[in-house]
Structure formats: structure tokens, C-alpha cells
């Protein structure tokens, strides 16, 4: 399996795919880059296709430091780096979405060409005058609490909240494999900074054109923060998917593939 090197204890896990610019998917929260997979072999047709597991995700090494977003950006640099990377396509799902905006922040986007956002808010947290935020204080503790005493079961039922429809058990089972790799102390960990995080005010500054793809079905992410970014990010359009929830690439693919394909095409990519 091939791993990119990060700092002593770390290694990222990569997969990649195909020739030509690159694309690179970037998972959520304690997910990781198997949820991806009926992506790889689409966009390899016609791009270098990366899929990653952020630190302690999946693959990855499991440690127990750096759990931060935007440390999970500068580990995407340093990936990015070290496989000498140009005009890159960044697809960034739930948590991914903050890392794409984190790059951003911290490193410019000379080097970026484009990005898709999956289903995310600009923060999650429900700060005042911010009532489209998934998470209030009370929220975070029951999730935090939920996680250390009652991960599998909680989980379980997390999964099932991504879907419009309800997943077939092979799927559940294999999902719920990968959400329960790490310990409850770096998925708690992790929870917490990648819910307080807020891009509101640096959404204006984003001048890559951007596709924002949010599924119709609201049991995760209101349409409502679709529909935000696409007000506050001067370069981007708004696609929704009427037969999904969190995870269009998992319940539309054929229609997300090509979505972002003609997204790509449409910018030059």
C-alpha cells in the first residue's frame, strides 16, 4: 500500500489511479477513503485520481496527535508536495470541505484549479445569527459523551442519518468498519475541532471556481448552507441531488461522476 511520509510516527495512505490533472478526495469525519470508491475508476478514465485517509483515518497512521483541521491541511500540502502535484482539483466531503478551505487559508490557491464541496456548512456549530448550524454546545456534549460510551450503536444509527434510503447490511457493515478504526479518544478528539471551526468570514476570499453539490434530503445538512456558500463564494454554483442526503457520491454516483466531470470540462480541467 503506498504512504507518504509526514513527520516520524506519521504516514498518510494514498491511492491513486490514472494520468493527467490531478483530482484529489478528501473524506469526512471519521470516515475514510473507501467511501470514495465508486469514484476511483470514473475520474481515472481522464485524471489522476487520489483518494487519501487523513491522519488516523483508515489507513493511515493511527496517531494520537495533530487531530486538528488544520493541521489535516497541512499534511494535504505536504502530500501534495511530495507527489509534485499541479493544478489540482480538490473534492472535499462533510470534514473534507473544512481541510479544503484550511488549504486555502494557509497556502493560497496558486495551485489549485478548482473545488467541489460535499454537503457542508461553512461551520457546524450553531453560532448567534448562524440558526443553519448542525451543532449547539448541548448538541457537541451528547456526540462527545455518545462516542466515548456508545460509539458502535451511536454510530450505527449516524450512518443511517448520511442516506435517503436505508443501506443494505453489507454496506452498513463495511462502513461502520471503517467510522470504528480509531480510538474514541482521537475520533472525540477530532469531533470537537472539525464542529467549532468557522469559514463564514473567509468564503468571500475563494476565487477558484467552485461546485457545491448538497443532497435534497436534510436529516445532516440543510439545503439552506448550499445555498449560503453559493451567496458568499464568488466563483461557484450550487447542483442539488434530489435523491440523496450526505452522500450523493454514494446514492447518485453516475449523476455525481458526471456532474463533476462537466463541472471540470466547464472550467478547463
Known sequence: MPFIHI?????LYYEEKGQGKPIIFLHG???????FEKQLSYFSENYRTILVDFRGHGHSS???????????????????DELNLQDVTLVGWSMG????????????????????????????????????????METLIAFMTEIQMNRTEFLRGFLSSMFKEECSPDDTRWMLREVTRMPESTASAILFDQSVVDYRDFLPQISVPTLLCFGREEKV??????????QHIASSELVIFENSCHCPFLEEPDLFNDTVAAFLKKNGI
Open 7 to 11: 513527520e516520524k510516527d506519521t504516514e
Open 62 to 80: 493511527a496517531v494520537h496527535h495533530g487531530h486538528t483541521v488544520a493541521n489535516y491541511a497541512r499534511d494535504l500540502h505536504h502530500l501534495i
Open 221 to 230: 445538512i440543510p439545503v439552506a448552507a448550499g445555498k449560503h456558500l453559493n
Open 29 to 35: 469525519v471519521w470516515m475514510s477513503s473507501r467511501f
Open 97 to 136: 470541505a473544512f481541510v479544503v478551505w484550511d488549504y486555502l487559508k494557509q497556502f493560497g490557491g496558486d495551485n489549485i484549479k478548482s473545488t467541489v464541496i460535499v454537503d457542508e456548512l461553512a461551520s457546524d456549530f450553531k453560532w448567534p445569527g448562524f440558526d443553519i448550524g448542525a451543532f449547539t
